[in-house]
Nanobody
């Protein structure tokens, strides 16, 4: 059973940076797609970024391109989301997600594309 545990959330001023981590366990993830989503208060959960655990291409939402970077650390079995130049509109609960790989990376942008989820970590960006 896949288990995902996020950490690294917090409060940061606009323009600042945060690094979220997702500790993954329960499977060998080499054949998985890992993703990050976020959900702001009163809004639907939205796609942020995704990558193949094995490396290669990543996909980002337009709203975070050039500011956020998804990466993975094989030795630590973690997936990270480096968030720079944060804006108040980035305030949300951020969720890590996992799915078995089967399509091109650009296809993994919806909640239904991922079968395993973490519990979320709160990110608050103050203006």
């Amino acid at each position: 059973q896949v288990q995902l545990v996020e950490s690294g959330g917090g409060v940061v001023q606009a323009g600042g940076s945060l690094r979220l981590s997702c500790a993954a366990s329960g499977r060998t993830f080499s054949n998985y797609v890992m993703g990050w989503f976020r959900q702001a208060l009163g809004k639907e959960r939205e796609f942020v970024a995704a990558m193949y655990w094995s490396g290669g291409s990543a996909n980002y939402a337009d709203s975070v391109k050039g500011r956020f970077t998804i990466s993975r650390d094989n030795a630590k079995n973690t997936v990270s989301l480096q968030m720079n130049s944060l804006k108040p509109e980035d305030t949300a609960v951020y969720y890590c997600a996992a799915s078995l790989r089967g399509r091109y990376i650009g296809a993994y942008t919806g909640e239904a594309d991922f079968g395993s989820w973490g519990q979320g970590t709160q990110v608050t960006v103050s203006s």
